[in-house]
C-alpha cells in the first residue's frame, strides 16, 4: 500500500501526518509526504541556482523534514523501516518541477518519500499520485478555515473528484464513534475493505454498511456481498451494523451521517452509487462534512 | 416442549437471524428451529393440476431444499436443529401463520435489517403476518456481541403479563437487564434524553424481576419524544423487550423507538 499525503503550512497538517503514521504502523504502507510550492521556478532551474535565489524552496524543504520526523516520531524502529530522516538531508532534483528530500544512510524496509512540487495545488498532487501508484490520498482541512480550504485553493474537490485511487480527507481532530460505508457492494474491491479494517481500527471506531436500495428492495448480488462484508468484519471482532437506505433518501442520510461519522463512499465507474452520487455532490460532501471523508475507488 | 421458529430465506436478513439464533442459544429456552417457505407465485405459472401439479411442487420442493441447505452451509450454522428446515410451499404470510397455529411455537424469530425510514417499522408490524402473529416476535436486525437487554416499558404497558412473556423465553439465570421508562414522549422536551431514574411503573417492573431471581442493573427513563439520537444509545444492548398492542398506531411513541433501534428487538403482544 502506497499513501501519499498533502501537506502544507498549516499546523493542521502535523495532526494529519500523525494519523497516517497511525494508519501506516499498522499497514506497513510506504508513504510519501508532498509539499507544493505556490510559485514555479524559473524556466531552466537547477538545485544550485535554486539554492541560492529562492529562499521560499528552503521553508518548504525545511517543513517537509520537520514532518518527516513527526512521522517517523509515531515510530519506534522508524530507522529500520522507514531508513533514516532525522539527519541533515540534501536536496535533490528529480525529473521536472520536483525536488526530493534526500537521506544519507542504509535505506528502510518501507519508503518514506518527501517531494516540493511546484505548480497548481490539485493538479501536482493528481501528478505526484500518479506518478507514485498511491492507493490512497491523504489530505486535511483545518475546520477553522472551514467551509474553505486556504485562499483560492481548489485542492479537495478536484483531488476528490479526479484521483484514480482513494482520498481520505481528514476534517477533525475529533474521533469519529462510527464509520458509515456506503459502498456499491457488489463490486467492492478486497483492499478498499482492507482500508475501512484499519481506520476502523485506527479510529477504534464501530463501523455500519449501508445497502443500497431501490424500488424493488436490495439486489440479491448487493445483499450477498453485504453478508459476506458482515462475516469479514464479525470474523475479526469488529462491530459491525447493517442499515438499508432507499436511494432517493441517500443524500439526506450521508448529509446527517457526515455530521459526527467518517463517511466512506465507493465511487467506481462499475458503481451504481456513482450515478446516484453525482460528482457534484460528491465535492459538496467533502466540503461540508463536519467530520472527515473517504471516497474508495 | 417449547420451540421458537426461524423463517430462513438466502438474504441478508436470514444470515442476520442465524448468527443471532446461535448467540442466544444458550439464553433462550425454545427450541429453535427454521423454515423455508416456497412461494410457488414467485418463480413461475404453476403447471396443470393433480399429479402434474403435485410432482411440480415436489421438483421445487427438492431445489429449494439443496439451496438452502448450501446457504446454511454457507452461514456455517452450528446449532443441528436449524440444519435442515422444513421446506412449505405456499403464500408466505399465511404459511407461516398456519405453521405457528399447527405447531404452537412460542416465538417468532426474524431477521430484518433496519431502513433508514423508520415507519418501515409501522409497515413491518402492521404486516398480516405480524398483525395475526399468535406468540412474542424478535426481530433481530443486527448483530450484538454485547449480553445486556434492554426492558422497554411505557405508561400503557401491562408490566406483569410482559415479565411473564419475557421470562417464559429468556433463562432467568445470569440475565443482565436495563430498565427503561418512557417519560413524557410528547412533553415539552425538544431533545429526547436517557438519563438514570425511574419512576412508579419502572419500580413495578424492578420488583417483578427481583421477585424472579433477576437483579437489574440500571434504571433510566425516556424524556422526550424519541428520536435517532436516543434511539443509537441503545446500541450498547443486545436487544430490547417491550410490549405493545396489535397493530400499533403510526403514532406511537414506543413504535417510533422500536424503529429507529439498531439493536434486535423483541415484542411480547399485549
Known amino acids: 500500500m502506497r499513501i501519499l499525503v498533502a501537506v502544507n503550512n498549516d499546523p493542521y497538517s502535523a495532526y494529519v501526518v500523525r494519523q497516517v503514521a497511525k494508519v501506516a504502523r499498522n499497514t506497513w504502507a510506504d508513504v510519501t509526504l508532498l509539499c507544493i510550492g505556490d510559485q514555479a ?7 544550485d541556482t535554486l539554492s541560492k535565489t529562492d529562499g521560499s524552496v528552503h521553508d518548504l524543504a525545511n517543513l517537509l523534514h520537520s514532518y518527516g520526523r513527526q512521522f517517523c516520531d509515531c515510530f519506534e524502529d522508524a530507522d529500520l523501516l522507514y531508513g533514516p530522516h532525522a539527519s541533515e538531508y540534501q536536496l535533490v532534483q528529480g525529473e521536472k518541477n520536483v525536488l526530493s528530500l534526500d537521506y544519507p544512510g542504509k535505506s528502510g524496509r518501507k519508503v518514506l518519500d518527501l517531494r516540493i512540487r511546484f505548480g497548481s495545488e490539485s493538479k501536482e498532487i493528481l501528478a505526484e499520485s500518479a506518478d507514485a501508484g498511491a492507493d490512497l490520498i491523504v489530505v486535511g482541512c483545518n475546520p477553522e478555515q472551514r467551509p474553505g480550504w ?4 481548489d485542492r479537495p474537490e478536484k483531488v476528490v473528484n479526479n484521483a484514480p485511487c482513494s482520498v481520505l480527507v481528514i476534517k477533525e481532530e475529533k474521533q469519529p464513534q462510527m464509520i458509515v460505508c456506503c459502498l456499491d457492494h457488489d463490486t467492492v474491491s478486497q483492499a478498499s475493505i482492507e482500508l475501512i479494517n484499519q481506520l476502523v481500527t485506527h479510529y477504534n471506531a464501530e463501523l455500519e454498511i449501508i445497502g443500497v436500495t431501490d424500488a424493488h428492495g436490495l439486489r440479491v448480488d448487493v445483499d450477498r456481498r453485504m453478508a459476506r462484508i458482515l462475516d469479514y468484519y464479525t470474523s475479526r471482532d469488529i462491530n459491525a451494523w447493517v442499515k438499508l437506505v432507499d436511494r432517493h433518501s441517500l443524500n439526506t442520510f450521508i448529509s446527517q451521517a457526515a455530521e459526527k461519522n467518517l463517511v466512506a463512499v465507493w465511487t467506481s465507474k462499475q458503481s451504481f452509487l456513482s450515478k446516484i452520487f453525482s460528482r457534484q455532490h460528491l465535492e459538496d460532501l467533502a466540503i461540508s462534512a ?6 474508495l475507488r | 416442549m417449547k420451540k421458537a421458529l426461524i423463517p430462513v430465506n438466502i438474504d441478508l436478513g436470514s444470515s442476520i437471524a442465524l448468527r443471532y439464533a446461535d448467540h442466544i442459544s444458550d439464553r433462550i429456552q425454545p427450541a429453535l428451529c427454521d423454515v423455508h417457505v416456497v412461494d410457488p407465485k414467485q418463480v413461475g405459472t404453476q403447471p396443470g393440476s393433480g399429479w402434474v401439479q403435485k410432482t411440480w411442487e415436489n421438483a421445487l420442493i427438492e431445489s429449494s431444499r439443496e439451496e438452502i441447505r448450501q446457504f446454511l452451509e454457507m452461514e456455517q450454522v452450528k446449532l443441528p436443529s436449524l440444519k435442515s428446515p422444513k421446506i412449505i410451499i405456499g403464500n408466505r404470510n399465511d404459511s407461516l401463520l398456519d405453521e405457528l397455529r399447527l405447531e404452537q411455537y412460542d416465538l417468532f424469530l426474524e431477521g430484518v435489517p433496519p431502513t433508514f425510514n423508520p415507519s418501515d417499522f409501522f409497515t413491518l408490524l402492521n404486516s398480516k403476518l405480524y398483525r395475526m402473529m399468535p406468540c412474542p416476535i424478535l426481530v433481530a436486525k443486527n448483530l450484538v456481541s454485547s449480553d445486556t437487554i434492554a426492558l422497554v416499558v411505557e405508561k400503557e404497558s401491562d408490566t406483569q403479563k410482559f415479565i411473564s412473556c419475557f421470562l417464559n423465553i429468556f433463562n ?3 440475565l ?10 410528547k412533553s415539552e422536551h425538544p431533545v429526547a434524553t436517557l438519563t438514570d431514574g425511574s419512576n412508579a411503573q419502572l419500580e413495578e417492573l424492578n420488583n417483578l424481576l427481583i421477585d424472579n431471581g433477576v437483579i437489574p442493573n440500571a434504571l433510566r427513563l425516556i424524556r422526550g419524544a424519541p428520536n435517532d439520537k436516543v434511539a443509537d444509545l441503545f446500541r450498547e444492548y443486545s436487544m430490547v423487550a417491550s410490549s405493545m398492542m396489535h397493530s400499533p398506531r403510526k403514532n406511537d411513541p414506543l413504535l417510533e423507538l422500536l424503529g429507529r433501534i439498531p439493536s434486535p428487538v ?3 403482544w399485549q
Open chain 1, 150 to 153: 486556504p485562499a483560492n485553493s
Open chain 2, 176 to 185: 443482565k437487564v436495563d430498565l427503561i421508562g418512557m417519560d413524557r414522549v
Open chain 2, 172 to 174: 432467568a439465570e445470569g
Open chain 2, 266 to 268: 423483541f415484542i411480547c
Open chain 1, 290 to 295: 463536519e467530520a472527515s471523508v473517504l471516497v
Open chain 1, 41 to 47: 521556478p524559473p524556466k531552466g532551474w537547477d538545485i
